[in-house]
């Protein structure tokens, strides 16, 4: 079993949804939590940034982290057709360089015009 | 820009041969990684620098991949032999190094290279 599991989608919506994004994991070291965005032929971009649990909200984008269920999700509101993308969690037990990241294996989203 | 870049964008290669792939970091950044990403799979970590040493090589899938970094700034992946296995994006990204407590360390990503084994 892999160390984090995402369902890899594709996810298809329609324009102005709500997103949900999911990463679940097993280990419980994990304090540093991340969301990527990876467009088609790109490097992922980091999204979002938070530490132990709880909710951190950045424009349209959500991240709540749920240690105790050892769960972390990714919510957008309003989605646009700019959205669709590869969304990949990642997490650390420990911050600073050489903090090895694990990543999940991304869900790939659509929103429809 | 002054992202990181990477080189080259695409490779394809034959079954046996070897393939060098080459990492910019952004300048000043001193940590460096490497990342391989399969199709339909997240990024496996390879290597990580720190200057021009690596303290992290247990990703490394085999004694076929090696890498260096040379004045704190420019890596390259060296995989000997390639196999069909082998077969996938490497991407590299930097950080600015110590970061700080709680986190403030993000990494920064290259486009990747695409690697083909035949």
């Known amino acids: 079993q892999k160390e984090v599991e995402q369902d890899p989608g594709p996810l298809s919506v329609p324009e102005g949804a709500i997103v949900s994004l999911n990463c679940t994991y097993s280990?419980?070291?994990?304090?540093?939590f991340m969301w990527y965005r990876q467009y088609s032929r790109k490097g992922p971009e980091l999204l979002m940034y938070?530490?132990?649990?709880g909710n951190k909200e950045d424009g349209r984008f959500t991240a709540q982290v749920d240690k105790s269920s050892k769960y972390i999700s990714l919510f957008i509101r309003d989605s646009q057709p700019s959205d669709s993308a590869t969304y990949l969690c990642?997490?650390?037990?420990?911050?600073?360089?050489?903090?090895?990241?694990?990543f999940g294996g991304g869900t790939r989203l659509m929103v429809k015009p | 820009g002054a992202g990181v870049s990477q080189s080259p964008s695409n490779k394809v290669t034959e079954k046996g041969k070897d393939v060098e792939l080459r990492c910019d970091p952004i300048?000043?950044?001193?940590?460096l990684y490497w990342y391989r990403q399969s199709l339909g799979q997240g990024l496996e970590f390879l290597i990580y620098?720190?200057?021009?040493?690596?303290?992290?090589k247990s990703g490394l899938p085999s004694d076929r991949f090696s890498a260096e970094r040379t004045g704190g700034s420019v890596s390259t992946l060296t995989i000997q032999r390639t196999q069909q296995e082998d077969s996938a994006v490497y991407l590299c990204?930097?950080?600015?190094?110590?970061?700080?407590?709680?986190?403030?360390?993000?990494?920064?990503f290259g486009p990747g290279t695409r690697l083909t084994v035949l």
């Open positions: 990204a930097s950080s600015e190094g110590l970061g700080l407590a709680g986190g403030g360390n993000e990494q920064f």
């Open positions: 280990n419980s070291a994990f304090q540093y």
């Open positions: 938070t530490y132990s649990s």
């Open positions: 990642a997490m650390s037990a420990r911050p600073g360089a050489g903090n090895m990241l694990t």
């Open positions: 300048s000043g950044h001193t940590a």
């Open positions: 620098f720190q200057g021009n040493s690596a303290p992290d």
